[in-house]
């Protein structure tokens, strides 16, 4: 599966670009916010993806921040909300305000959002209260950003089967440790502080 995507934007709409990697050009479906900031087209992105692999599609979605992918892979765990509808959820309000309406049973400020009736507010409230962080989800954003070799490195630890949490502290215990080099160097000791 595809958790990363490093490249050049070949072209970007409101909820759509194309990057291009190594040749290939992907079709990502993006929300609004990721879109208003992305660089100019022709420039470098990095975008964290969810692939969502259906009979008849294969379908990508990114995100600037891991904090909007979080809350995109919460929201299409709702019944009744697909990945499209979760895109159009988290176009249409602040990932912020979304978990303070959520965790505060704000029904009202949710049904604002286009798409989202009261049954689909209501089913939002019920099953994610509990499940969204109390931190907002801005401050997790804030968090330092990773290199290109360390996004690479997560990402193949992820690909071999490794939990997310766990290979980010992998990662950080790597950086702490004051190694750097090409990716197979920190590859290779992310794996040693799994393997303890």
Request: hydrophobic letters at 45%; zero cysteines.
């Amino acid at each position: 599966m595809i958790a990363h995507l490093r490249g050049r934007l070949l072209a970007k709409h409101p909820n759509q670009v194309i990057v291009e990697t190594g040749g290939v050009g992907y079709d990502v479906t993006i929300s609004v916010p990721t879109f208003s900031d992305l660089p100019g087209v022709g420039g470098e992105v990095a975008l964290h993806i969810h692939t969502h692999v259906r009979e008849d599609i294969i379908a990508l979605y990114g995100f600037l921040r891991p904090a909007e992918k979080t809350l995109f892979e919460k929201l299409i765990t709702v019944s009744g909300i697909g990945p499209k509808l979760a895109i159009t959820i988290l176009s249409g309000m602040a990932a912020d305000e979304m978990v303070s309406a959520i965790r505060g049973n704000d029904i009202a400020r949710l049904t604002r959002i286009p798409g989202v009736g009261k049954k689909t507010a209501e089913r939002m409230v019920l099953e994610l209260r509990d499940k969204l962080a109390v931190e907002k989800v801005g401050e997790i954003a804030a968090a330092p950003t990773m290199s290109a070799i360390e996004a690479d490195v997560l990402s193949a630890l992820i690909n071999l089967g490794y939990q997310r949490v766990a290979a980010e502290k992998a990662l950080t215990a790597v950086s702490k440790n004051g190694k750097t080099g090409p990716f197979d160097v920190w590859f290779r000791e992310a794996l040693a502080v799994l393997s303890k």
